[in-house]
T-cell receptor, first 108, second 114 residues
Framework: TQLLEQSPQFLSIQEGENLTVYCNSS?????LQWYRQEPGEGPVLLVT?????EVKKLKRLTFQFGDARKDSSLHITAAQPGDTGLYLC????????FGAGTRLTVKP | DSGVTQTPKHLITATGQRVTLRCSPR?????VYWYQQSLDQGLQFLIQ???????AKGNILERFSAQQFPDLHSELNLSSLELGDSALYFC?????????????FGSGTRLTVV
């Protein structure tokens, strides 16, 4: 089983701050995906990264896939309360395995 | 609306009972995945079906079973329910069984066993 470790587990910041969350594994992945989940809802796909070293931007969110395709990071610039949620990374491996997530709270 | 429909949204039942959760995948998606999400355990993969056939199995208990019907909807059956089975159960669908394709999740069924 390919394990995905996410850090930090919890993050509470003020509106306007920047943050980075991480997704690490000892295994190589063909791709990694990032999802955001809000309370009472299912996860929503944000991005898929496929190529080692790839950087993708989604408005204020920047996703990076490690050169060795074992890790990924999500950087949020000028966080807003609407960014609050559980951020999950996921990697394929016979099925989609999810990390435990980073629970982000952005205070106004 | 994600296009993946799960019913019911909420379910309260007693220990020892049996329940059936239903999922209709997004139009055109052949793969259906079931996940269990508990407060302290994150998203745990249970089982995958592709076009009616079981494709992958995760940490699914023997008391649980699933199937995918010819119209591609899927049902997850949970029997001899225990308090610890209380959780959110999510269904997701994707167009392909190959890796790297994003999943579309439903809004989940919240199961409470009392």
């Amino acid at each position: 089983t390919q394990l995905l470790e996410q850090s930090p587990q919890f993050l509470s910041i003020q509106e306007g701050e920047n943050l980075t969350v991480y997704c690490n594994s000892s295994s190589v992945f063909s791709s990694l995906q990032w999802y955001r989940q809000e309370p009472g809802e299912g996860p929503v796909l944000l991005v898929t990264v496929v190529t080692g070293g790839e950087v993708k931007k989604l408005k204020r969110l920047t996703f990076q896939f490690g050169d060795a395709r074992k890790d990924s990071s999500l950087h949020i610039t000028a966080a807003q309360p609407g960014d609050t949620g559980l951020y999950l990374c996921a990697g394929p491996g016979g099925d989609m395995r999810f990390g435990a997530g980073t629970r982000l709270t952005v205070k106004p | 609306d994600s296009g993946v429909t799960q019913t019911p949204k909420h379910l309260i039942t007693a220990t020892g009972q049996r329940v059936t959760l239903r999922c209709s995948p997004r139009s055109g998606d052949l793969s259906v995945y079931w996940y269990q999400q508990s407060l302290d355990q994150g998203l745990q993969f249970l089982i995958q079906y592709y076009n009616g056939e079981e494709r992958a199995k995760g940490n699914i208990l023997e008391r649980f079973s699933a199937q995918q019907f010819p119209d591609l909807h899927s049902e997850l059956n949970l029997s001899s329910l225990e308090l610890g089975d209380s959780a959110l159960y999510f269904c997701a669908s994707s167009a392909q069984t190959a890796h790297g394709y994003g999943y579309t999740f439903g809004s989940g069924t919240r199961l409470t066993v009392v």
